[in-house]
């Protein structure tokens, strides 16, 4: 069936780094790409950045820059994103999401159930 | 950055009764490249629709989606109790992708 998995859920102290997995199943993997999505406690929905599985092709929110970055193993269909220099507002859900690989299909039509990232010293 | 703001916050309604979310956007959207989410508590968010107006699979027609350009329009014409839920809204006609700020619809 059609669907994403995610690693589970993560404790990490301040500085430290957390990297989440993102298994696809179902579906032409490098026909699409994934994009991650946070939501911290009680807030909204925060996009992080996008790879196409196709070139690895990748872009990320300027606000995370340097900090995140996101990989795809085709091999294996599952994306990573590490994110570095934790702190404790990175603390939040976060999400895998299916996108297109073109312009005009930017919107996830697929997600995965989300990880919990804990950041505390 | 396009800014996607989203109102009201909250909409108390009962079953059976329309709701109208509001989503506009600080520029125009290019393309109508408006989408919108549905998350239930402890769920991923679920698309309900895409270009502004086009329903996702599985997506039942009391929900539709209408506006361009800088409006934009979710509505649900008769909420049955699974819908109380808060909902979002996306572009993806710029980068980067920016959701607004959500509406919970709640029970009267």
């Known amino acids: 069936q059609v669907q994403l998995v995610q690693s589970g859920a993560e404790v990490k102290k301040p500085g430290a780094s957390v990297k989440v997995s993102c298994k696809a199943s179902?579906?032409?993997?490098?026909?699409?790409?994934i994009s991650w999505v946070r939501q911290a406690p009680g807030q909204g929905l925060e996009w992080m950045g996008w790879?196409?599985?196709?070139?690895?092709?990748?872009n990320y929110a300027q606000k995370l820059q340097g900090r995140v970055t996101v990989t795809t193993d085709t091999s294996t269909s599952t994306t990573y994103m590490e994110l570095r220099s934790l702190r404790s507002d990175d603390t939040a859900v976060y999400y895998c999401?299916?996108?297109?690989?073109?312009?005009?299909?930017?919107?996830?039509?697929?997600w995965g159930r989300g990880t919990l990232v804990t950041v505390s010293s | 950055e396009i800014v996607l703001t989203q109102s009201p916050g909250t909409l108390s309604l009962s079953p059976g009764e329309r709701a109208t979310l509001s989503c506009r956007a600080s520029?125009?959207?290019?393309?109508?490249?408006l989408a919108w989410y549905q998350q239930k508590p402890g769920q991923a968010p679920r698309l309900l629709i895409y270009?502004?107006?086009t329903r996702a699979t599985g997506i039942p027609d009391r929900f539709s989606g209408s506006g361009s350009a800088t409006d934009f329009t979710l509505t649900i014409s008769r909420l049955e109790p699974e819908d109380f839920a808060v909902y979002y809204c996306?572009?993806?006609?710029?980068?980067?992708?920016?959701f607004g700020g959500g509406t919970k619809v709640e029970i009267k």
């Open positions: 999401a299916r996108v297109g690989d073109y312009s005009g299909s930017y919107f996830f039509d697929l």
């Open positions: 270009g502004a107006s």
């Open positions: 520029q125009s959207v290019s393309s109508s490249y």
């Open positions: 179902g579906y032409t993997f490098t026909s699409y790409g």
């Open positions: 996306q572009q993806y006609g710029g980068s980067p992708l920016t």
């Open positions: 790879i196409s599985a196709y070139n690895g092709n990748t």
